[in-house]
């Protein structure tokens, strides 16, 4: 019996043992290198229940869908299983628009399949297949204005979305039968949901849009991944809609307090739901979306270029994108800014002249500017702590925040006079003349403004011949 538990202990993945820190697994990835591409998440619970197929981004323009999506990927369930898909139309997320050239994904369902337009029917045959796998789907959305089922406003009204649970009839016969009761199942969930909400003016109604309904207001749903798969593949299935008038904190909190109470009333348990507190979504979002840096091959050797930095190459050499550096690592892609040029995880890539790398999530956009330079630049001469020792290009300083440093000399680059400017640090206090070696450089001498990163402790050391950046070194105070 040790042995065995001994032996379940040391098979467990490491990172369950490292910290109790929350990981991303692998995504499954569909159409890998593809503009469309769509990263899948599966969630096993360790005891069997029902599957939900949890569906963000169906429209790229309803980022709390895709964000509030996102936080699912990282539980651990206890019952049940997820398949969780953050960003279902990814072309159209980083465009910012609800579809590419005019195609609304979500009203393809209804096409056979010589009339679906490509890329989306792709994605469309993707995710029919994963219906069947599930026995309950969510398709998450964010709309303008409030749904109400009578006129209130020009804003709260029964043509809006925004707080409800969509439902295409309020139930529906199976052929052997039996029935998908729609309505009592979306009233639980709001009922559920609405407990958590204390402003009731964002309280979730129930919408039945009477889709089959000759008098349905809504004929368009007809189109629809719940339509298709309550109606052809016989799942329970159900819109979410939360508003977007509203902060996107509070969008993505509404759309949680709402994806938790389908689990719940699904009987799907995690160990711990993903929370709805304002500070807790606020802090996590910030999360979802930080890139600290970037990880590439130099040539073969290892680099990580903090955001802020310059990746340099010299003429000929190759660059190797081995990671992203986030807590999160669903929804990016790398392209050049120039020519929209993918670059992909090692795969090898070697501009001419300068570009410079775009990595996109969503909205947000870091920029990595890549610089061709010959360069015989091969290091620096740093004096810290009574001890000389060698920098190489792109390497960090490491300084204690009570300890100083000199910069003693450049070294390798003999063709002329190089500089070197600690931005942040003003070594000639008479003239500002970016050219810093040898003088005393401690933390308090550092301008916060300067600083690379949030916490104010990176900073960037530039190696210049005239106007020219030959090349770059970080400094980081610890303190
Ligand atoms: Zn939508």
């Not at 538990?5 to 890998?32: D, Q, R």
């Not at 369930?77 to 994904?105: E, T």
């Not at 670059?343 to 070697?350: I, S």
Request: aromatic share 6%; charged share 25%.
């Amino acid at each position: 019996m040790r042995t065995l538990l001994l032996f379940l202990l040391l098979s467990l993945p490491v990172y369950y043992l490292a910290s109790g820190e929350e990981v991303t697994p692998a995504p499954e990835i569909a159409f890998p290198k593809m503009d469309h591409q769509v990263e899948i998440i599966r969630l096993q619970g360790s005891k069997p229940g029902q599957t939900l197929l949890l569906v963000g981004g169906i429209h790229g323009d309803e980022l709390a869908s895709c964000l509030a999506v996102e936080r699912y990927t990282r539980l651990q369930l206890k019952r049940g299983q997820m398949i969780i898909i953050p960003r279902l139309n990814q072309r159209a997320i980083l465009a910012g628009q609800r579809g590419l050239n005019g195609v609304d994904m979500n009203r393809l369902f209804d096409l056979p399949e010589e009339k679906l337009p490509q890329p989306e029917g792709e994605v469309i045959n993707l995710i029919k297949k994963l219906v069947k796998e599930a026995s309950c789907v969510v398709n998450t959305h964010q709309g303008s204005g409030f749904y109400s089922p009578t006129w209130i406003n020009r804003q709260r009204n029964p043509a809006r979305w925004g707080q409800c649970n969509v439902i295409d009839a309020p139930f529906f016969d199976l052929p052997n039968g039996e029935q998908l009761r729609l309505e009592e199942f979306a009233n639980r969930v709001v009922r559920k949901a609405n407990l958590k909400i204390k402003q009731s003016q964002y309280h979730f109604q129930v919408n039945n849009t009477n889709t089959a309904s000759e008098h349905s207001r809504h004929k368009e749903q007809r189109k629809s991944l719940t339509y298709y798969a309550l109606t052809q593949t016989h799942r329970m299935a159900l819109g979410v809609e939360v508003t977007k008038d509203c902060s996107l904190t509070e969008a993505v909190s509404f759309m949680t307090i709402a994806i938790n109470a389908v689990m719940e009333e699904l009987g799907i348990v995690p160990t711990a739901a993903p929370l709805t507190g304002a500070e807790a979504v606020r802090k996590e979002l910030t999360e979802q979306n930080r890139l600290n840096g970037l990880t590439v091959l130099v040539n073969g050797k290892k680099k990580t270029i903090p955001v802020g930095g310059s990746i340099f190459l010299q003429p000929g050499e190759t660059l190797t994108l081995v990671k992203l550096e986030t807590p999160f690592p669903l929804g990016w892609s790398v392209q050049t800014r120039e020519n929209k040029e993918r670059v992909f995880p090692d795969e090898n890539f070697a501009p001419a002249r300068d570009t410079t790398l775009q990595v996109r999530k969503d909205s947000q956009r870091y920029l990595f500017p890549v610089r061709v330079r010959k360069s015989t630049v091969t290091g620096l001469e740093v004096a810290l702590s009574q001890k000389v020792r060698t920098y190489y290009p792109q390497e960090t300083i490491i300084l204690p925040a009570r300890q100083s440093f000199k910069i003693v000399r450049v070294l390798g680059e003999t063709d002329g006079p190089v500089t070197v400017d600690i931005k942040g640090f003003v070594g000639n206090q008479r003239h500002n003349d970016g050219r810093d070696s040898g003088y005393e450089v401690t933390a308090e001498k550092l301008r916060p403004r300067f600083a690379l990163d949030a916490e104010k402790t990176l900073y960037r050391i530039e190696v210049r011949k005239d106007n020219l950046l030959l090349d770059e070194l970080f400094l980081k105070v610890v303190r």
